[in-house]
């Protein structure tokens, strides 16, 4: 014995599989698929352009039980395409949504890891987000809440940040960046002196689980483990926002204050001194628990 309490050790979200994640979210052995990889759902456009198909199109889909309740969950594959989504892709999240608008489990789990929109699929790829979107948000009317937890390797961004927001809460690791242009299309498209996209501090700053969470984007701000997200996952599995059109103005409303008050912040650790978080360019190296409790002492006015 040395003396020191042993921790168990933590199992990456970021660096396991779609499917993995799945396993390690919901209760062991719990999770039932939908339309899986013997079925051989592909793309039909990338067999088109002589583009590698996957039997699953890098989206994994079904039931499962989380805290012995039954819910839905959907997870994306980074490894294929970076998660982007393409027609099939897409109609398997909108469907899953659909069928527990009709069936009414507890809630439904998106595990997003996405860099967003098939550019092979064009429009095909761009209306199933929209199918998703909506998909998301009736599911949300009919009293099923939807949950996102984004942690993987790819981030969440494109038109599946948008799908993320219109959640009723969401669960981040510093890793898991958010956002609707990535910084590699931000530099392209406006140079490097908007974004420095190989500036990776700069980037996960301006993206990061730390800074989305102070801006209030996520609910939860949870370590790089796969129980961590479980636990993120059954806390806020009850959590629910009101959906409508006195909630969106609410939200414009909100937005255009935070325009008005960061807008011309030119980084992170401004928004961050003016939230009156004390030091705010050692946030970044703290560790969750630490940053978390800092964030709660400048909220309550401590010093």
């Not at 719990?30 to 067999?47: C, D, M, N, Q, Y």
């Not at 948000?137 to 937890?149: E, M, N, Q, T, Y």
Request: hydrophobic share 45%.
């Amino acid at each position: 014995m040395t003396g020191v309490e042993s921790r168990p050790a933590r199992a990456s979200f970021r660096e396991a599989t779609a499917r993995r994640r799945l396993a390690a979210v919901l209760d062991p052995g719990s999770f039932r698929e939908i339309l899986p990889p013997s079925e051989r759902v592909t793309s039909p456009h990338l067999a088109a352009l002589d583009q590698p198909v996957a039997f699953d199109d890098g989206a994994i889909v079904g039931e499962g039980l989380l805290g012995g309740q039954k819910v839905f969950a959907a997870a994306q594959e980074g490894a294929f395409l970076g998660g982007a989504v393409g027609e099939v892709h897409g109609a398997k999240l909108a469907g899953l949504l659909s069928r527990a608008e009709r069936e009414r489990p507890a809630g439904v789990l998106l595990l997003l890891d996405s860099g967003g929109v098939r550019l092979q699929e064009a429009n095909a790829g761009l209306l199933a987000v929209s199918e998703v979107m909506r998909a998301v948000l009736s599911a949300r009317s009919s009293g099923v809440p939807v949950v996102a937890l984004i942690g993987g390797g790819w981030g969440c961004f494109g038109g599946m940040g948008i799908v993320a927001r219109c959640c009723d809460a969401v669960a981040m690791s510093e890793e898991g960046r958010l956002g609707i242009t990535g910084p590699e299309v931000l530099e392209t498209t406006k140079g490097v002196e908007e974004l420095d996209a190989s500036d990776r501090a700069l980037v996960w700053r301006t993206y990061g689980g730390k800074h989305r969470y102070l801006l209030g984007e996520a609910d939860r701000l949870v370590e790089d483990d796969v129980a961590a997200f479980r636990a993120a996952a059954l806390d806020l599995l009850g959590r629910r926002r009101e959906v409508g059109l006195g909630a969106l103005d609410a939200a414009h409303r909100r937005l255009a204050a935070r325009l008005f008050e960061l807008g011309a912040c030119a980084d992170a650790t401004e928004v961050w001194a003016r939230a009156g978080v004390p030091e705010p360019a050692r946030l970044p190296v703290l560790e969750v628990g630490e940053f978390l409790r800092a964030v709660a002492s400048a909220r309550r006015g401590e010093p």
